[in-house]
């Protein structure tokens, strides 16, 4: 693991379609976390430009890394299109879903290199999602995969280690298993985390940041703990403080 100091870990997630809130959100956490991430509810309401407009006011000097989170899944040709469209955006973390394949993944990771080098900026870390950590082995049953969602999530993590890829995204309880079969250099990003005594809101299966981290955790990604507190600023400083106590 590179020696990343605990603030540059937290990852912090502006759920929120409202430009003008994640910009604020961003402006009040500059400086206090290693990035933002921005997915799908934003992307979609907002465009490329309002994720230009979030980075922009996160500091008046160099904006703060970007996680988008957009979870591409399509054909080949498709995904590296997508892949091709948002690295104008200099993302420094961007994901797909392990599931779309070995190909999906291979061509989508040559799509990122190749226009990072186009655009003179560095490739951004492709990261893929194995199991959604919303679907249980019913569910997984239910659209034909057989296969317990625990063996699911070890054969996709190695399947995206395979092409390429720098890592998966995780929930907690699966970071020793993937770290056994995939590795100290393999990147894992972990949402589901909770400081002791926050409100779990919708999440099920949560960590303390300091146990995530110890458990191998590269970066934790953090939403309503830190964009639901009075002080947003502080509640990301106390994350990081307490991981590093
Ligand atoms: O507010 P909270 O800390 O629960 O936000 C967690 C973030 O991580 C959200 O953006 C959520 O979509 C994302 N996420 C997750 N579980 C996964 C994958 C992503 O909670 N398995």
Avoid: W
């Amino acid at each position: 693991m590179t020696n990343l100091k605990p603030r540059d870990r937290i990852l912090v997630a502006l759920d929120t379609p409202d430009g003008a809130r994640a910009g604020d959100l961003s402006r009040a956490l500059g400086g206090y976390v290693g990035g933002i991430k921005l997915g799908l509810e934003f992307f979609n309401a907002n465009g490329p430009q309002g994720v230009r407009d979030v980075a922009q006011a996160a500091s008046e000097g160099a904006p703060p890394p970007l996680f988008l989170d957009l979870k591409f899944h399509d054909i080949p040709n498709t995904v590296a299109g997508a892949v091709r469209s948002v690295m104008p955006l200099a993302p420094a973390i961007l994901n797909v879903h392990a599931a779309g394949g070995l190909v999906m993944m291979t061509t989508a990771l040559e799509a990122a290199t190749e226009e990072a080098a186009h655009l003179g900026i560095a490739r951004p870390m492709l990261i893929a999602v194995t199991v959604l950590t919303s679907l249980d082995d019913d569910d997984l049953a239910a659209v034909g995969q057989a296969t317990p969602a625990r063996d699911q999530v070890l054969r996709l993590a190695a399947l995206t280690q395979k092409a390429g890829l720098d890592g998966v995204v995780c929930s907690a309880k699966e970071i020793a298993a993937i770290r056994a079969e995939c590795g100290p250099d393999f990147k894992l990003i972990v949402p589901g985390i909770r400081p002791a005594g926050a409100a779990l809101g919708d999440q099920k299966r949560v960590m303390t940041p300091k146990q995530a981290i110890a458990e191998g955790a590269d970066y934790l990604v953090i939403g309503r703990p830190i964009t639901g507190a009075d002080d947003p600023a502080a509640a990301a400083a106390a994350i990081a403080a307490e991981v590093e106590a």
